[in-house]
């Protein structure tokens, strides 16, 4: 069992920063697969960005690439999403998911169900 707390969220204006941390605990954090994903008031669930269990590989929706970082620290068993140049469109509750056995490809990494824990989420609200 794995247990993930996000943290960081909060309002921000458009263009500006924020950093959101995943605090893992419980299984051994790095032989984790690590994804952030963000779901919008009335949408689905949207994958955001993953970083693989080393934290050697990334990958971005096309929507933040460029804009956000994903990072990990397998000594603090803590995953990071740095947001930057904000937009409002990017105003969603983001949570962050461990998958222990999921293979490097875009349809298992962008895919929730993959995941087999999941965080509280936190809300990030943009403003215009």
């Known amino acids: 069992q794995v247990q993930?707390?996000?943290s960081g969220g909060g309002l921000v204006q458009a263009g500006g920063s924020?950093?959101?941390s995943c605090a893992a605990s419980g299984r051994t954090f790095s032989g984790y697969t690590m994804g952030w994903f963000r779901q919008?008031?009335?949408k689905e669930r949207e994958f955001v960005t993953a970083i693989s269990w080393g934290g050697g590989s990334t990958y971005y929706a096309d929507s933040v690439k460029g804009r956000f970082t994903i990072s990990r620290d397998n000594?603090?068993?803590t995953a990071y999403l740095q947001m930057n140049s904000l937009k409002p469109e990017d105003t969603a509750v983001y949570y962050c998911a461990a998958g222990r056995t999921l293979s490097w490809a875009k349809a298992?990494?962008?895919t929730s169900g993959r995941y087999d824990y999941w965080g509280q989420g936190t809300q990030v609200t943009v403003s215009s």
């Open 40 to 42: 919008a008031p009335g």
């Open 75 to 77: 000594a603090k068993n």
């Open 4 to 6: 993930l707390v996000e």
């Open 18 to 20: 924020l950093r959101l």
């Open 108 to 110: 298992v990494l962008t």
